[in-house]
């Protein structure tokens, strides 16, 4: 069971807030691990987002791959496009 | 020797103020904008009445015949406080920069048809009149209205309406190679020249509303969204398809700013409305008596831009503005 997991790791940092905030939204089965300066996101098998949760949230047009900017890191395999963002393992 | 360095993690006692903890919940850590306007504005202790309104206090929910139950249950979906407002204007004012720069320097309105550049100076110069009472309606709201989400986003707004009045003065100046005849018979159309009276007359009476919330529905739904539309869009194209294609460019702003103007409206009349049906009754009763006026005020300078045709498009705009609001859950 276990080697379905699939983590993603932010700062946590205002910048940061939008896409963790999407990433608790989006995927309510996913646990969030909040460590010393960063948010340790698990979840089972997928965990996902979309550009326009994370626009909403926060109130400009964001471009996904400006998570770049505050992950720390992530495991599972990549599955993106311009208005979503995903990580799986099978 | 072996050196170990351990972790050690100090929790926070907590994560955000009381007064935002107690409106998001006290786990999460406030966003910027919640901390800029959540509960800024003064409630209680008000030791005197202002000398220029003595029956009510300096802050009073009464200045509007709008009843909310939280006057911070809207929020601005752009989430504009002070610095993300000033980051995201500074980046828009800098590419209108380049594009009147750009213009300038190639001399980009040298081509322009000699009709066309008349009736440039018919329709759009005058509307820096247009957007300076636009400004003294929003300070107005600012000054008088409730919430700290609204006040400051109509504050915003004014400051908005500022630049884009600039904006206008700049193409009257590059039109007429900085002498300011197109500015000063601008002036003289506003003020004197028939097609303008019927909509000066309906800003001028907007300034004197009592209610801080009409002024706020006539002025940022019926006037900006009949005449953005009519104008930016409808008017601008059509000068684009004659050869004009270099007023999308100075214009840019003003396109922009109504669409995001159209947003955060949106969001204010649905939380409105759904408040309560006095509230949607109130709303819909205010947009139906301005809608009328302000769509009449409106014809002689849809002809002045469109000939002919000048009633349909402004049908048109009446007709998509109408069908926004309905989706608001206004019916009018």
């Known amino acids: 069971m276990s080697e379905h997991k699939v983590f993603m790791i932010f700062q946590n940092t205002a910048d940061a807030q939008p896409f963790i905030s999407a990433f608790e939204q989006e995927n309510p089965r996913a646990t969030l691990d909040y460590q010393p300066g960063m948010v340790r996101i698990e979840g089972l098998g997928e965990l996902g987002i979309t550009q326009a949760v994370v626009s909403e949230l926060a109130g400009r047009d964001v471009n996904l791959q400006e998570l770049h900017l505050t992950l720390i890191s992530l495991s599972g395999n990549i599955d993106e496009d311009d208005d979503y963002f995903r990580i799986t393992r099978h | ?332």
């Open chain 2, 1 to 332: 020797m072996s050196l170990n360095i351990a972790a050690k993690e100090i929790k926070p006692l907590r994560l955000n103020y009381g007064h935002i903890a107690r409106r998001i919940g006290d786990n999460k850590p406030a966003t910027r904008y919640q901390e800029a306007v959540y509960d800024v504005q003064p409630t209680t202790n008000f030791h005197y009445p202002p000398s220029w309104d003595p029956s009510r206090k300096l802050y009073d929910t009464a200045r509007t015949a709008i009843v909310m139950q939280d006057w911070y249950s809207f929020t601005d979906p752009r989430q504009f406080y002070y610095t993300s407002y000033v980051a995201a204007r500074a980046k828009q004012q800098e590419i209108m920069e380049s594009n009147f720069e750009l213009v300038e320097k190639r001399d980009l309105l040298q081509s322009l048809p000699a009709e066309l550049a008349a009736q440039i100076r018919q329709v759009l110069i005058p509307l820096r009149h247009y957007e300076y009472g636009a400004n003294m309606n929003n300070q107005d709201i600012c000054h008088r209205g409730y919430g700290t989400t609204i006040t400051s986003l109509a504050s915003f707004n004014g400051f908005d309406r500022i630049g884009m009045a600039q904006y206008i003065s700049r193409i009257a100046l590059l039109l007429d190679g900085n002498e300011e005849t197109s500015l000063q018979a601008a002036k003289e159309a506003w003020l004197n020249n028939p097609a303008w009276q019927g909509l000066r007359q309906a800003m001028e009476d907007s300034f004197v509303l009592d209610d801080w919330f009409e002024i706020l529905v006539v002025q940022d739904i019926v006037m900006d969204g009949l005449l953005y539309p009519l104008i930016y869009e409808a008017f601008i194209s059509q000068v684009a398809a004659q050869g004009g294609s270099t007023f999308l460019m100075l214009t840019q702003f003003m396109n922009e700013w109504s669409e995001e103007n159209t947003r955060w409206t949106n969001q204010l009349l649905k939380v409105t409305a759904s408040e309560s049906p006095a509230n949607a009754q109130l709303l819909a009763e205010w947009v139906r008596v301005w809608l009328a006026r302000i769509d009449l005020a409106l014809l002689p300078i849809a002809h002045l831009a469109f000939g002919a045709k000048g009633a349909e498009q402004l049908a048109t705009v009446k007709a998509e503005l109408l069908a926004r609001l309905a989706k608001q859950g206004l019916k009018v």
